[in-house]
């Protein structure tokens, strides 16, 4: 591991953050681009265009969410970043798990607007439980990166507290419980319920985005 470490120090690089910057933003954007095209075009039925635009209700809420989902993503992501100096070979990686879980959007909330517009409960059910197991691993993600800058404070701009990212963990640690417990209480009650706690989870990552330490500041 110290020699690991020892490389990544060598390679690290500020400049090399610009590129990640880079890369980064232009995935948030094709995933926010990838999120229309789940909702469906109506089928065409002579005198029935309006009823059949408001049956996809389910898509356009699906779209809203995830849409938001997205943007707080990359607001948690983006505030993270304005702490790091430079970059190394390990935190691209942590980083690409990262990007390549939030990659994952689209297809849950297809699949949960999907059963909201043509299934049953069954379907409503399944659906709830595959987008709560995809959040769940969403949330996972960040737990590593959040500890390798931890323990990495060379990484880190001078005036970053040093406890920081050790506190952020248990941002994601919430995430998980809700989300799991989601996938349980939609299952074996209603839906509906994991619903409302996946919306609320968008609230709380956006409430928390820049970080609770700096909230926990504020109040003080």
């Given amino acids: 591991m110290a020699q690991i470490k020892d490389i990544d120090e060598k390679n690290s690089s500020p400049a090399q953050i610009h590129r990640l910057e880079a890369l980064c933003d232009g995935v948030f954007s094709i995933i926010i681009t990838l999120l229309v095209i789940e909702i469906h075009r109506p089928s065409m039925e002579v ?23 997205v943007g707080v993503v990359w607001l948690n992501h983006h505030y993270m970043y304005e702490r790091v100096l430079s970059v190394s070979p390990t935190l691209n990686w942590l980083n690409l798990f990262i ?40 949330s996972a993600a960040w737990l590593p990166m959040f500890a390798y800058l931890y323990r990495n404070p060379q990484l880190l701009k001078a005036d970053t507290p040093s406890n920081m990212f050790a506190i952020q963990v248990r941002r994601p640690l919430i995430g998980m419980l809700l989300y799991a417990l989601a996938g349980v209480l939609g299952w074996t009650l209603h839906p509906d319920i994991a619903v ?9 990552y956006a409430w928390t985005s820049q970080g609770i330490s700096n909230k926990a500041q504020r109040r003080n």
């Fill in 47 to 69: 005198g029935h265009l309006a009823e059949e635009l408001i049956k996809e209700w389910p898509s356009y809420l699906a779209y809203a969410v995830a849409f938001l989902y």
């Fill in 196 to 204: 409302a706690i996946f919306v609320f989870m968008v609230i709380y």
């Fill in 99 to 138: 990007l390549a879980t939030v990659a994952l959007i689209p297809f849950p909330t297809g699949v949960l607007s999907g059963a909201y517009t043509n299934g049953n409960l069954a379907d409503q059910k399944s659906a709830v439980v595959l987008y709560a197991l995809i959040a769940t691993l969403m």
